[in-house]
């Protein structure tokens, strides 16, 4: 029988015992450290701070931006990251395995969870926790026989609809156990981690577009020995007060300059129409 007790927080709701809640993503990304992996997330180095669970809480407000928030702990040569009442996560684990792997599960009870496994940018294996005969990838059947260790079915049953409901997400992280031989408990994930707000718009281990690529995919920087400590980050920065699009300035002052070249609009003049003189009218 596949001992599921001990992961019971995985699957609890609010009010059931210990829980992270009906939403959360937990990624694992290996021979990274914890500094590495919040940047590859976009995390935001201004916002780099030790915080437990509730302090993470507290810093979704309208005076932050509502950001998006992961703390991160470091596991016998792999880090975890968690994102409480996120799922960004799931989307990026593809550009969180570049050069190395990774492995995310997702609950979400407003949508649908996920089990996925990346290799150096390609997604191996995806498949959603509560209907595991459906997966997807480049090698969707890699991990049969340590889904089956773990309990999920994983042949398609035309006499249900193929749905296995029960303790979906403690069985994707015994999976995932035994794809990492890693898994935090749940003291581990609610006490004071390394944590920062990140924008998935600036992970930076996404690929590069193939016209101005130069160079391979990015190589982990070698692990820091001793405990993590919320230091800056290894490269430069990311504003976050200048537009992606504009890196030179902000989007109105470049307008504003798109304008002036233009010519403005008299008070008279037609919408849309200028009143620089048009060439050789003086």
Known sequence: ?????????????????????????????????????????????????????????????????????????????????????????????????????????????????????????????????????????????????LMREVGFVTEDDEDDDGGQYDNAISRSLMLTERLTAVLPTFDMLTGPLASAHFEPWFSRSRKPLATRATRGPSTPSPRSSGSPTCTAWRTPPVSRTRSPRNPSGSPRKAHSASTSARGSPSPGAPAGRSTTPAPGTG
């Open 1 to 145: 029988m596949i001992d599921v007790e001990r992961l019971a927080w995985a699957d609890a709701y609010p009010g059931q015992g210990p829980t992270l809640g009906e939403i959360f993503c937990l990624t694992f990304v290996k021979g990274v450290d914890t500094t590495e992996a919040l940047r590859r997330m976009g995390g935001l180095f201004d916002t780099v701070a030790v915080r437990a669970l509730p302090e993470i809480g507290d810093q979704h407000t309208f005076d932050n931006g509502y950001p998006e928030l992961a703390s991160a702990v470091e596991l016998d040569g792999w880090t975890v990251l968690l994102e409480p009442g996120g799922f960004e996560g799931s989307h990026l684990v593809e550009a969180l395995s570049q050069g190395t792997e990774a492995v995310s599960v997702l609950r979400h009870d407003y949508a649908s969870p996920t089990f996925e496994h990346a290799v150096d940018g390609t997604l191996v294996v995806r498949f959603d926790p509560t209907f595991p005969a459906y997966r997807y990838g480049s090698d969707p059947d890699r991990l049969v026989p």
